[in-house]
């Protein structure tokens, strides 16, 4: 079992930023990947990015791509969102998640334990 928290999501308006942060605890594994995928109302959920523990490999979606940087620090089990100029279509759930492969996924069917998610709410 593996849990996993999230923080830092608010309301902001459009242009500002957000740095989210999701905190892994319970199962040990030694290699595995996290990733951030968001969910808006009606819509499927949908992959942002995601990091790897064993490769340092980083992927992102083309919309987020000059924007965001996925991060993590691996002694404190922690991955790192840091979402900058935020538009309105950036307004979701995001959610953390984790696979045990080192390979990036950007299935959310992939991964294999999710947190509870955060809101991320962006105004023009």
């Known amino acids: 079992q593996v849990q996993l928290v999230e923080s830092g999501g608010g309301s902001v308006q459009a242009g500002d930023s957000l740095r989210l942060s999701c905190a892994a605890s319970g199962r040990t594994f030694s290699t595995y990947t996290m990733g951030w995928f968001r969910q808006a109302p009606g819509k499927e959920r949908e992959f942002v990015a995601g990091?790897?523990?064993?490769?340092?490999?980083?992927n992102y979606a083309d919309s987020v791509k000059a924007r965001f940087t996925i991060s993590r620090d691996a002694t404190k089990r922690t991955v790192y969102l840091q979402m900058n100029s935020l538009k309105p279509e950036d307004t979701a759930v995001y959610y953390c998640a984790v696979r045990r492969p080192i390979s990036i996924a950007t299935q959310s069917d992939e991964y294999d334990y999710w947190g509870q998610g955060t809101q991320v709410t962006v105004s023009s």
């Open positions: 990091i790897s523990w064993g490769g340092g490999n980083t």
